[in-house]
């Protein structure tokens, strides 16, 4: 027990008898033991709920129980209810042929990949399906927004082809995503932090491998010592006094090293979706055998791995840059487009006004 | 009148139509409800054991309590791991609001504790920073104690003070705690003794809460209390339904009221489990109604406050005897001149009714105008 | 002449009337039942729990006896509106008198959705078991309704006795009052720093505090409180 406070006034005026209610007395042994007998009442209690609502869940399940059929497509295999069947396998199909090369010479590898797939109604009777039998699970619902903005079934070919290369290249690649917009990449990498990640946005190549994190993540490459001094002095003021204290030497010393790793944790400057860019870019340019080395060599580095794929990485990241990051805007302005569109709309409307009954006579 | 008697039959079936979906929807309402909140059973044992665990902690502390108040000591210290940055805050309170008390008419002891003190098992279940009040007997004598506990830091440091702006790890739930507020209730303690048997009944029973407050020096004005449709203010979303009541007129309410506890209480029985003042308090009517012992004795003088204090009558009794004013009607006062008038229903205040007369009567004769006005066609 | 007009009234208003009565009646009867569902489900202060449930229902029944006021009033002039307000000159009766007659004639029928939302109230409130504190107003309720749609549908119906031309121009100034007020009240308080009360806030002070006109509206809409 830790020591306590304790102020005394000691008593001096007689107190005229107040009916001060009589102290209980506790045992705290017998506290102590009916905590204990509680808590475990209590576990016991919550393994029956969860109990029953399995039991009640499984019994729902098989109470709304769908017919299954099956369909395969490419190198998936689609289990889907039976009135959905050909609709699902037309979707597949449909993606499967569209799919970029790079996906498609992943086939071998694909092969057996097993996909539940749900469409409106039976989402929840083959999503439970999907859990007892541990397959990965596919909710179509068109109705929802982000249906809009990407189409699920080329996610499932993205994700699923993505599954197949090596976890250093996924865990380096991070959130999956092929993305299509240059006007997003040309701006993440505008604003980038860091001297490093604007030589990167000028053209410099070497600049460039280190910002994408080929060369593994190391923040004492991608930010120099003044700029890591100024993020804690913005972001991490309380840091400061230990950021000096841990890091006035050079900043490769073990203990600024740790210091970083530990309580400052930088993000790199570019993000997911840059290296996303880089890689479908060079993984595009690729024959089917070097996909399979690529996805298949377990022992290279990620640059290694990215120099024997593109040939020469230099080069790839030259075009990578011309490409996505140089190249001016091929679609017509946002504004243009809505004055052509404001003006046609207006003809129509103008059209159906002189076409007004009210103006008919007789 | 076949017509008529048609469009009946129609709205009749209509209503029934619409009542009948109306009780499907309230059904399948009521289902989802029911799977999102945990069985009765599970949520009672939990309260059940929430309870046992705060009541060892509370023993734990009462016990070495009434063990230091025993053993007469004069001199006070801080514990050792009590922060740097608060000991000497806490220290300097504490002495000056003993000192406002001299000579005080009962032992008055105040702690600070760690709030590992009595905890079992030994995981954290750390409710926040407070304090809690107490009194009882010891050697037959009577004492208040007030019991800080502090918050566990970095180090094995705790924290803790009595004042908000000062420490992140302050119990103080009120922005303008001086160093008198340390005391909170043991204050009338300390000042006029061991209350009597029916006043010390309603300060066990909710009245705590009323006794733990200064009056502020620049007390705020009074806002409205509800937005338009009717809808609450979110601030007084916290309060007690029935110091809404109170704040309509409902006297009886009132009374009801000032006789419920609010917030955290102390577990333990026996003793005069008086109050705890936690960061996250609740209030019945708000955060000022902690001055209404301190307004009572402001209003009527020490003298007659000392009579009421000590009055061994039930709460009403000893008010109307002492001040001769019923506590009721006082205390909706009170209420009201602080914390606003509530609207009693959607009953229509008088102006309003007659304020739509006349817009009615207006826009009529708007009507007949316009009307005259126009030419066919 | 008066049963007249109201038998013409009637006959044009019951079956657009209709649907205002079911959900006068049934927009009390679910709130309530909704709030007395989750009142059941919450263990922790229920009473707070009842009135903030009710609370989100607030804004509704202003808007309905708005409705009801207006499509009462609407379809009082719209055989006059049809005609051209010939009819009125062929009778023997001064304008004015033509005019307070179906304004009567059409206030009667204001009373069919407030009687609708009192038995709904009554008969949500009925089997209700409220928390300490808390009573259900049904009968003040259904009065403050009746006379919110009243005003409504003086106001609109003394729109629509004039031409279209004044209520569009009456409509139209009103909002470019809102809208230009808006604008313009925006840039001096951002280039002057001054704190200009916005169109909308005059306008809610105007009408709905006491004493504008529409104060009935901005009042206390809880079927159940303190």
Not at chain 1, 209 to 223: K, M, P, Q, S
Request: proline fraction near 5%; hydrophobic fraction near 45%; charge should be neutral.
């Amino acid at each position: 027990m830790s020591r306590f406070a304790c102020a005394l006034i000691a008593l001096s005026l007689l107190v005229p008898k107040q009916s001060v209610a009589q102290n209980v007395e506790y045992d705290l042994a017998e506290l102590r033991a009916r905590i204990d007998s509680l808590s475990a009442l209590q576990q016991q209690l919550r393994q029956a709920a969860s109990v029953r609502d399995s039991v009640a869940a499984a019994t729902r399940t098989e109470k709304s129980s769908v017919p299954l059929d099956t369909a395969v497509v490419g190198p998936f295999t689609l289990i889907t209810s039976a009135r959905d069947r050909e609709h699902v396998e037309r979707l597949f199909a449909r993606a499967w042929s569209d799919a970029p090369g790079t996906i498609k010479a992943a086939e071998q590898r694909l092969r057996g990949s097993t996909w539940v797939v749900a469409l409106k109604s039976d989402t929840g009777a083959l999503q439970t399906f999907a859990k007892q039998e541990k397959l990965q699970f596919l909710p179509i619902i068109y109705w929802r927004v982000d249906s809009f903005a990407e189409d699920p079934v080329e996610r499932v070919l993205l994700e699923a082809t993505v599954q197949t290369f090596p976890r250093e290249v996924r865990q380096w690649l991070g959130r999956v995503s092929r993305p299509t917009d240059p006007q997003k990449l040309r701006r993440e990498l505008a604003v980038a932090p860091g001297e490093k990640a604007q030589r990167c946005h000028a053209g410099e190549v070497e600049a460039c491998i280190d910002v994408l994190g080929l060369r593994g993540e190391r923040w004492a490459v991608w930010y120099t010592p003044d700029e890591i001094r100024e993020y804690v002095r913005r972001f991490a003021p309380n840091l400061q006094e230990d950021f000096e204290g841990a890091c006035s030497e050079p900043p490769d010393t073990e203990v600024c090293v740790r210091f970083v790793e530990t309580r400052l944790r930088l993000a790199p400057p570019v993000g997911s979706r840059i290296r996303a860019s880089f890689l479908w870019h060079v993984l595009d340019r690729a024959s089917p055998s070097d996909l399979d080395r690529f996805a298949s060599d377990t022992t290279a580095t990620l640059e290694q791995r990215m120099r024997n794929v593109a040939g020469d990485l230099e080069a790839a990241v030259r075009s990578w840059h011309a490409e996505v990051i140089e190249a001016p805007q091929q679609s017509m302005p946002a504004t243009a487009r809505a004055g052509i569109a404001s003006v046609i709309w207006f003809v129509v409307a103008a059209g159906f006004a002189t076409r007004s009954t009210r103006w008919r006579l007789g | 009148m076949a017509p008529g008697l048609k469009w009946l039959a129609a709205a009749a079936c209509g209503c029934i139509v619409v009542a009948l979906l109306i009780q499907r929807i309230e059904q399948r309402y009521r289902e989802d409800l029911r799977s999102e909140v945990e069985p009765t059973q599970v949520r009672m044992l939990a309260r059940e054991l929430q309870r046992l665990r705060v009541l060892h902690e509370e023993v734990t502390r009462r016990d070495s309590v009434r063990t230091a108040l025993r053993s007469h000591e004069t001199a006070f210290e801080i514990p050792q791991n009590l922060a740097r940055a608060d000991a000497a805050q806490v220290n300097a309170d504490i002495q000056t609001a003993l000192a406002s008390i001299q000579p005080a008419e009962t032992r008055i002891g105040v702690f600070v504790m760690d709030p590992r003190v009595g905890r079992y098992p030994a995981v954290s279940m750390f409710l926040g920073p407070s304090v809690e009040f107490y009194a009882g007997q010891v050697d037959e004598q009577p004492y208040c104690a007030v019991v800080g506990i502090g918050a566990e830091q970095q180090q094995g440091e705790i924290g803790f003070n009595f004042r908000s702006n000062r420490s992140k790890a302050s119990a103080a739930s009120v922005d303008r705690t001086s160093a008198e507020n340390v005391l909170g209730p043991c204050r009338w303690w300390g000042v006029y003794g061991a209350p009597g048997a029916g006043i010390e009944q309603w300060l066990t029973n909710g009245g705590a809460g009323f006794s733990d407050g200064t009056i502020s020096n620049s007390p705020g004005a009074v806002t409205a209390r509800r937005k338009v449709f009717g809808s609450r203010i979110s601030a007084q979303e916290t309060g007690a339904v029935q110091a809404e009541a109170c704040l309509a007129g409902r006297l009886d309410q009132c009374l009801a009221t000032i006789n419920t506890k609010a917030g955290r209480h102390l577990t333990f029985r026996g003793d005069v489990a008086l109050h705890v003042r936690s960061r996250w308090p609740a209030y019945r009517f708000g955060a000022d109604e902690r001055a209404m012992l301190t307004q009572i004795e402001r209003e009527f003088g020490p003298e007659k406050f000392a009579r009421f204090w000590h009055s061994g009558d039930s709460l009403e009794v000893a008010f109307a005897s002492a001040f001769g004013v019923p506590l009721d009607r006082w205390v909706m006062q009170w209420a009201r001149s602080q914390f606003g008038v509530e609207p009693r229903g959607p009953s229509v205040p008088a102006g309003t009714l007659l304020v739509s007369l006349f817009s009615l009567g207006m826009l009529v004769l708007v009507a007949v105008a316009i009307a005259e006005r126009r030419q066919p066609g | 002449m008066f049963t007249q007009t109201l038998l013409l009234h009637w006959k044009v208003a019951r079956w657009p009337l209709l649907p205002f009565v079911l959900i006068a009646f049934g927009l009390p009867l679910l709130a309530l039942r909704m709030a007395a569902a989750f009142n059941e489900a919450v263990v922790f202060a229920p009473g707070r729990a009842l009135l903030g449930a009710l609370e989100i229902w607030t804004p509704f029944f202003p808007f309905l006896a708005f409705l009801c006021g207006a499509a009462c009033a609407l379809s009082v002039w719209a055989w006059d509106h049809r005609a051209n307000h010939v009819y009125a000159l062929t009778i023997p009766l001064p304008r004015w008198q033509y005019v307070l007659l179906k304004l009567g004639a059409g206030a009667l029928l204001v009373f069919l959705p407030a009687f609708a939302v009192l038995a709904g109230a009554l008969i949500g409130s009925s089997g209700l078991t409220l928390p300490d504190g808390l009573h259900a107003y049904p009968v003040t309720f259904a009065f403050r309704f009746l006379l919110a749609a009243m005003i409504a549908y003086a106001a609109i119906f003394a729109l629509a006795a004039g031409t279209q031309r004044t209520t569009t121009l009456v409509l139209a100034g009103l909002v470019l009052f809102l809208i230009f007020g808006e604008i313009g009240a925006g840039y001096l308080n951002d280039a002057l720093h001054t704190r200009l009360p916005a169109p909308f806030e005059l306008l809610e002070a105007a009408l709905l505090r006491w004493p504008g006109p529409f104060n009935v509206y901005g009042g206390n809409w809880m079927l159940i409180d303190v």
